[in-house]
């Protein structure tokens, strides 16, 4: 008893709701439901959005909270000691150790994304990115520079900065979870989400605002929000509005299980809930499409939309966004504010999904929250350098699909099985309106029961047959080339349709772009080491580059050349976009020398370290709770023993 | 903007602010009610008996 008293509890009723809600909305809100809309159906989209809301999304709220409350009422503020409550089998506390590991996992990407955000703030504010007469400032180069994506330097001559934002995010979050969950999670919640709100004001009004570019704010909305019903007829709409529903409510990473777990016995979970899907929604919808998507419009105009809309949340945020912000007056200003929005809304889930991890070493092995949280903030610190070294072999994703994505599925539906069938619906629904301010309908006793869990093991497998459709669990070498001297340029380099190759002499090179791309990636896996190449060239008054030599690997030679090269950028239609003022000049930017850099990765070895990694974090996860629980148990027995007397009764197991 | 476009947003968004209204309704007329007294009771038995070890 007197360690249930020492927990910590909320200070206050809208605390707690605005944390749960810091928790739930993220940077998924305001970038990727902007983009899944506009790629699967537009305002139809939202047909399947709100039937996945209501058939997993907020039945797993629910079963969320009182999970969470319930266990808190025994002390446990992790999954491992809920689910040892819920279920008297020693498999549960097993099962419920990785609503600890993938928590862990997640943060270690998640807070590297979330210091971009800071970074590019940082920037904003200094101005950082914007183009000046000797330097222009591409920003899609700029970004890969900053993350360490590319070996060109022409914006950043390492990836130090992206390291130094990285450090200060992980110490911020460590510094929230260690003042605790009244004074840190809560006190952050009450100062973030309404600036949060106010920052998305500031933005839809800015946007709203600034008359006309080549499209018009409408355009963007008339893209997201006109139905294609058509689509609906397509599964993969219907399974990516059910992820975005997973992802954008936060469920499958305990943390709202450990928020609940600071609950009285008779504090209300059910209307909490549902107040954090109202709270979650309000920003995904309303600000999630009227920011993003409409200034690209605007920017960028109409028939460019969809493209940008398909280039990802990551491009859309930190190079579309950037670039329609620094077109306008005032990007110290509300590019601050904009990348702010993000950071906060990405520091808000972070804390709240680190929090399970600390709730498991607080709660479970006893130690007092300093000592937890030097022990999170050592691990986070340790796990996210691999992220930031490896970042350019895909390790950022691969964490993301496994324990970002699949990891959360099987744990979300590992949690309403045992909700629904093992710890009984009965009992589980009576759990939920203990001191209930609304009564949930009936009706979800069947949905919690039957289609909850049975959504969640469809999604799961559709991910991973999609998965290994795509190739995607064997990890192949990545290539790609950039512009080394980009900076100098103040048109852009971009892809588009095939431009017209030499014809090949008979007999001659004839490989297709793809077949050019395998052939580099075939070089690289049979020396098992990362390929370099670099060509002079020039550009061709069509925009297109004229190789004029190409120096690389001795491998890499073997199967390309400066004509090969040059055959294969054209196929891939890489080519030159004068700006304005080089489009009026007598010479253009035709005959300019450009540098160029073949880079080749080889991945494998990153990605199977990363695997291994993951896999060492949730074995670790597994052999520190069984020796707590081990000594926990023999302490038990030996006070028992001690109680019954020196002539040694019979010990229970 | 076409008509069916600016119906979809309006409805969606409508629902959103409707939700958003409601909970903030329901916490305010709950609100009116006197507050649960504090939980002074241990906490219950595990159910169906000790945690498995």
């Known amino acids: 008893m007197a360690e249930l008293e020492q927990r910590e509890s909320w200070g206050s009723r809208w605390g707690l709701i605005l944390a749960a809600a810091g928790n739930a909305v993220g940077i998924g809100n305001l970038l990727r439901f902007p983009a899944q809309a506009a790629q699967n ?18 039945p797993m709220m629910w079963i969320a909270w009182t999970i969470g409350r319930f266990g808190g009422r025994f002390g446990h503020g992790s999954t491992p000691g809920m689910f040892d409550r819920m279920w008297r089998h020693p498999a549960a506390k097993y099962l419920g150790v990785i609503g600890i590991a993938l928590p862990l996992l997640f943060c ?29 400032v591409h920003l899609r180069t700029y970004l890969d520079e900053f993350l360490g994506n590319t070996t060109t330097t022409s914006y950043f001559p390492g990836f130090n900065a992206a390291i130094t934002f990285a450090v200060i995010t992980v110490l911020l ?51 997201l929000w006109t139905p294609d019903f058509g689509m609906l007829s397509t599964p993969k709409v219907w399974v990516a509005a059910a992820g975005q529903i997973f992802f954008t409510l936060s469920v499958g990473f305990g943390s709202l299980e450990c928020y609940a777990s600071y609950l009285r016995d008779n504090d209300d979970v059910a209307l909490s809930g549902l107040t954090t899907v ?22 960028f105009g109409a028939d460019q939309v969809p ?45 709240g999904v680190a929090q399970p991890v600390m709730a498991f070493f607080e709660d ?91 959504l969640l093991a469809v999604i799961f497998c559709w991910w991973f047959v999609d998965a290994i459709a795509q190739d995607l669990l064997v990890p192949r070498p990545r290539v790609s080339y950039a512009v080394a001297d980009v900076a100098s340029f103040r048109g852009h380099f971009a892809r588009g349709p095939a431009l017209a190759p030499a014809e090949p002499a008979p007999g001659g090179d004839a490989r297709s772009a793809d077949q050019y791309r395998t ?24 925009g297109r580059l004229r190789i004029r030599s190409f120096s690389a690997d001795p491998t890499l030679l073997q199967v390309l050349d400066a004509a090969a090269l040059e055959r294969w ?85 | 903007m076409s008509g069916v476009a600016i119906a979809f947003m309006l409805l969606t968004m409508g629902g959103v602010l409707a939700l958003n209204a409601l909970c903030i309704g329901l916490w305010l007329r709950r609100g009116k009610a006197p507050p649960a007294p504090p939980d002074s009771t241990p906490p219950a038995a595990p159910p169906g008996g000790p945690p498995a070890s």
């Open chain 1, 173 to 223: 979050n460590v510094w929230i979870l260690y003042r605790g969950v009244a004074k840190g999670i809560e006190l952050l919640a009450k100062i973030a989400m309404p600036a949060l709100f106010l920052f998305c004001l500031v933005l839809v009004v800015r946007m709203f605002t600034l008359g006309e570019g080549r499209g018009s704010i409408w355009d963007g909305l008339q893209f």
């Open chain 1, 364 to 454: 479970e092995a006893k130690l007092p929250r300093p000592a937890a949280a030097m022990i999170v903030g050592l691990m986070w610190i340790l796990g996210t350098i691999p992220i930031l070294f490896f970042y350019r072999y895909g390790a950022l994703d691969e964490l993301d699909f496994w324990a970002g994505t699949l990891g959360l599925v099987v744990f979300a539906l590992i949690e309403s099985v045992l909700f629904a069938w093992i710890f009984g619906l009965r009992r589980g629904w009576d759990e939920l309106h203990l001191g209930a301010l609304i009564r949930v309908p009936r009706v979800f006793r069947l949905v919690m029961k039957y289609v909850t869990p049975a």
């Open chain 1, 41 to 58: 159906g537009g305002g139809a989209f939202m047909i399947p959005y709100v039937v996945s809301l209501l058939l997993f999304g907020l």
């Open chain 1, 519 to 542: 052939a580099v990636a075939a070089q690289v896996e049979a020396v098992e080491h990362d390929l370099f190449g670099w060509a002079e060239a020039e550009i061709a008054a069509d």
């Open chain 1, 108 to 136: 270690l990407y998640y807070t590297y994304i979330e210091s971009w955000c800071l970074g590019y703030a940082w920037f904003s504010l200094s101005g950082d990115y914007l183009s000046t007469a000797g330097r222009a």
């Open chain 1, 307 to 351: 493209e940008i809309a398909a280039s990802g949340s990551f491009s859309i945020g930190m190079v579309a966004m950037p670039e329609v912000l620094r077109s306008f007056p005032g990007l110290e200003f509300f590019g601050t504010i904009w990348f702010l929005l993000l950071f906060f809304a990405a520091f808000t889930s972070s804390v």
């Open chain 1, 278 to 299: 109202a709270a979650n929604e309000f920003v995904e919808v309303i600000f999630g499409s009227l920011i993003a998507i409409p200034a690209c419009a605007l920017f």
């Open chain 1, 569 to 653: 950028l054209a196929l891939e239609g890489f080519h030159y976009e004068p700006s304005d003022a080089e489009r009026q000049a007598p010479a253009g930017a035709a005959s300019r020398p450009v540098r160029l850099q073949l880079e080749a990765w080889n991945r494998a070895p990153y990605i199977w370290l990363v695997r291994i990694v993951m896999l060492g974090v949730i074995f670790a996860f597994l052999i520190i709770p069984h020796a707590i629980w081990k000594r926990r148990a023999r302490l038990r027995r030996e006070e028992i023993g001690a109680a019954a007397g020196p002539a040694g009764a019979e010990v229970p197991s």
